[in-house]
């Protein structure tokens, strides 16, 4: 058993799947592994709080996966694998989806979000919800990335809180730290799987946006809205991607045509590294920080990577200072149409859970000023929502990432911690955020890893590389835990 603990809490998702497939552990056994440790180690006042509930079908469908093996068919390398998903994915099984918000604790959504019909067509278990940050961190410009109103705070397991600004996605990070399950699934607008990787000590991937169906998710900001998954390992992150990515009717935007997998396997030896340093990486205003990064590029440079440093980003500055309406804009139109179709726990427009907050005032602790102002956003035709929307595309795609790996002739770009959400986030590029140890502090730190819009099987497979050479992932003392 002292095996197959280790194996569950801090191996990967692939190594978990080829020990279902050979035998040595049922599906049944992990996702009950799971679930035991979940009612252990969530719940109570020194408990992680990152599971917002189970699923009530989880041993069933483990059955079926055991079943299947049984009579010679395989789904492939997640058959069998159990995972939690973010608390603004639609599911079947039993859970409410509520983003977070009190107003919406008990909506139980009417359908499958595309991503979840795909997991379980490769097999994977699903567990049960995280918690988020609520409204994907969108509701009050004072209220930290821990807190949401229907899940209350999740404790990050290595011991630091999650402060302000640090991604909504922060319990499906903290399950995959803690060992609760083998991968989750997070998203991402513009630091939600990022940063609480970083934060975490976990690997990360938000892909190009349309890359993976949205279909069946809470909206923020659609323009840049992107599912993705959190793991233990880069090759994990490629896998459930393999698995979600793809078409949908449902949603538009994964119509566009993105370059194939084939060609993209590019070695650290000659790959090229631009590091942006203009109101980028000297952002960092942590100096043992500039050192640890500055000393994680010297690995790289001596294992053959080109560090391309610097590669500079034209808009850089500009794109620092800018604020645009498109965040606001975006998210009052995507959701009232969310609620007008849906009507969920009677809620039918974001004035209508402006309303319920204000009625019910212990709900929202930290206010909701974010949300009030979206309330008030210009409209998707506005002549201000169409300026800021090419600004934010022009700054950070053909001014930002563009122009810089154009400018270094690079293959991919990589910064410190999270000093390039912004950019990634407007630009909708795909990035890979992998843990590279401590700092001088004990406290996790990372890089991010990103490139051009559609080159996300490139970005991955240069993560993989960087992450064989510099990567180290934390590991949470389990011993604080419980009552």
């Given amino acids: 058993m002292k095996d197959i603990s280790v194996l569950l809490t801090t191996g990967s998702a692939r190594t978990i799947g080829e020990a279902i497939a050979s035998g040595a552990l049922t599906a049944l056994t992990a996702t009950e592994w799971y679930l035991d440790r979940i009612q252990q180690d969530n719940e109570g006042a020194k408990g992680l709080n990152c599971v917002r509930s189970v699923s009530l079908h989880a041993r069933e469908e483990a059955k079926k996966a055991d079943a299947e093996l049984a009579a010679g068919r395989s789904r492939g ?10 608390d603004n994915v639609f599911t079947t099984d039993g859970s409410f989806a509520s983003a977070g918000a009190s107003a919406l604790a008990e909506f139980l959504p009417p359908y499958e979000a595309t991503l979840v019909s795909r997991l379980r067509d490769a097999g994977a278990i699903l567990l049960g919800k995280t918690n988020l940050t609520e409204f994907a961190d969108f509701v009050s410009d004072t209220m930290p990335s821990e807190f949401s109103g229907a899940g209350g705070v999740v404790r990050n397991p290595l011991g630091q809180e999650y402060g302000r600004g640090q991604g909504s996605s922060v319990g499906s990070a903290a399950a995959v730290a803690a060992g609760f399950c083998a991968f989750a699934i997070g998203s991402e607008t513009q630091n939600s799987i990022q940063a609480p990787a970083v934060y975490t000590s976990v ?13 069946g998710l809470i909206p923020l900001v659609p323009g840049q809205d992107s599912p993705g998954p959190i793991t233990r390992t880069v090759d994990d992150a490629l896998l459930i991607f393999q698995a979600i990515a793809g078409p949908d009717m449902n949603d538009t935007a994964t119509l566009a045509q993105f370059p194939a997998e084939t060609g993209s396997k590019k070695a650290l030896q000659g790959l090229r590294i631009g590091i942006p340093r203009r109101f980028m990486a000297d952002n960092l205003i942590n100096d043992d920080h500039k050192a640890k990064f500055n000393n994680l590029l010297a690995l790289l440079s001596r294992a053959g990577a080109i560090i391309v440093d610097r590669c500079e980003m034209p808009a850089a500055e500009e794109l620092h200072a800018v604020r645009s309406c498109v965040f606001r804009a975006e998210f009052h139109e995507s959701l009232n149409t969310f609620l007008g179709r849906l009507k969920p726990c009677g809620m039918a427009s974001m004035r209508d859970i402006i309303a319920w907050n204000h009625s019910h005032p212990e709900a929202i602790p930290y206010g909701q000023s974010l949300l009030e102002a979206a309330a008030h956003a210009p409209g998707l035709r506005s002549p201000q929502y169409l300026d800021d929307r090419r600004q934010d595309v022009a700054l950070s795609l053909h001014q930002g990432v563009l122009a810089a790996l154009a400018a270094g002739n690079a293959d991919i770009l990589m910064s410190p911690m999270t000093v390039a959400a912004k950019c990634t986030g407007k630009a909708g590029v795909p990035v890979v955020a992998v843990p590279a140890g401590a700092d001088a502090d ?3 730190f990372g890089v991010t890893v990103y490139g051009a819009p559609g080159d996300d099987y490139a970005v991955i497979y240069a993560a993989k590389a960087i992450e064989k050479e510099i990567g180290k992932r934390l590991l949470p003392t389990f011993t604080a835990w419980g009552d």
Avoid at 203 to 215: A, E, H, I, L, N
């Fill in 77 to 86: 390398p997640l058959h069998g694998v159990p995972y939690l998903v973010k």
């Fill in 203 to 215: 690997v990360g991937f938000k892909p190009t946006v349309g890359q993976v169906s949205r279909y």
């Fill in 442 to 444: 004990g406290l996790p």
